[in-house]
């Protein structure tokens, strides 16, 4: 690996990982963005093997108009993965009949839940996705800052989609997360992007238009977590039994409830 930078070296060992909290970290090298065009260092958690890019990148306004149109763009493919979804929710025994979920987009999965007969609520810091979830679709979202201590309807199941791998320090959302289902007996889903040891090659290259790069826009995707630090962190916060969960376009981590 390269030698580090002194920005890596500031971010080195000591430095806690954001998704276990070992303070066994170290600087990898540095990996390049897209919209920034910059270089930014990687570091590594040598306890749960996650990685992790602060970039400090904060969209615009014109950004977030086209994070509105992307979420268009691929509902249809959304509604197909949300059905599956929730299939193979039922077949863990998680047959739930209230949703909230955080980081909820335009509200495409909510769509589909209410559909299947469910009650539906979310939240998303995009106030266009929001508009968009409500005129267009009739759903009772938010653009309320969720925490464990936010006031919602009897919640049978709790779902945070591709979303704690935009946040820097993702651990205190997880952590309202875990304490949210615990208190409520909810099931709980939680998918990010997976960075495993089958990755681990594109480190050596870290290309952001390499095919299959977990590193393909690092000014965004700034936490990457792997499968071992997920589930260490979940259990960490009190969810005992939680389990490695392959939703089909999603992949994570579940709980089925007390």
Known sequence: MEGSSESGRQGGLGSPCPVCASPFTAYVRDVPTRRTKREIPLHTCLSCHSFWN????????????????WGIGVAERNRTAARRLFELLAKRGIKPRSVAEIGCGIGTLLEVARDLGM???????????????????????????????????????????????????????????C??????????????????RDKWPFLLDPDPYAEGTPFFDNDVHVTHFSSQGLLAAIEGFGLEGAFPFAGGLWHGVAWNGA
Request: hydrophobic content about 40%.
């Open 119 to 177: 009650e539906v609520t979310g939240y998303d810091v995009n106030e266009r996705a929001i508009a968009y979830a409500r005129a267009e679709r009739g759903l009772d979202v938010s653009t309320e800052m969720w925490t464990a201590e936010t006031e919602t309807p009897p919640i049978d199941l709790y779902l945070c989609i591709s979303v704690l791998e935009h946040v820097p320090e993702p651990r205190p959302l997880l952590e309202d997360l």
């Open 179 to 196: 304490k949210a289902a615990k208190a409520n007996d909810a099931a709980l889903f939680v998918s990010v992007p997976l960075l495993d």
């Open 54 to 69: 602060p970039s400090g990148y904060v969209e615009d306004e014109a950004q977030l108009e086209r994070d509105l149109e």
